[in-house]
């Protein structure tokens, strides 16, 4: 019996460790819904896409900037970005805590409009909103869109 639980417990153990949820909120940051994000977008917020380059060249949200988390999105950070731009901060979904962590970072750096889009990018494909694949944009189209 001892062994049947514990194999149990190796066997489900992955599935929990893989799904850590994305906290519901960001202090300092406006958490939107799809419907709001999409709002935003229409308006000319800029969306930054954190997730790996891999994944963004699968699609992400039309006209988004790709800034992994992991290796691009501290030159954010840099103080010569205004920080009165719109930001909406994505990744795939619920389920990827980088948007937050995203989300959280660009607060402390001093930016004052920061929109932490927790249903992410699968969100916004489910309700076929304008999509984008392949093209990088990188901190040179920030730079002509911030001056």
Not at 46 to 57: C, G, H, K, N, Q
Not at 119 to 140: I, N, T
Request: hydrophobic share 45%; net charge negative.
């Amino acid at each position: 019996m001892s062994r049947m639980l514990a194999l149990c417990c190796l066997l489900l153990w992955p599935l929990g460790s893989w799904a850590d949820e994305a906290p519901l909120e960001v202090p300092g940051a406006m958490t939107v819904n799809t419907y709001q994000a999409k709002r935003l977008h229409d308006l000319g917020a800029l969306f930054i896409d954190v997730r790996p380059s891999r994944e963004w060249a699968w699609g992400h949200i039309e006209g988004a900037l790709h800034l992994d988390l992991a290796s691009g999105f501290s030159g954010l950070a840099l103080d010569e970005w205004p920080r009165n731009v719109p930001l909406v901060v994505y990744c795939d979904s619920e389920v990827c805590p980088s948007s937050a962590e995203a989300a959280r970072l660009a607060v402390d750096w001093g930016y004052q409009q920061v929109f932490y889009f927790r249903p992410g990018y699968f969100a916004w494909m489910l309700e076929d909103l304008p999509l984008s694949k392949g093209e990088l944009r990188g901190f040179s189209t920030l730079n002509a869109q911030a001056h």
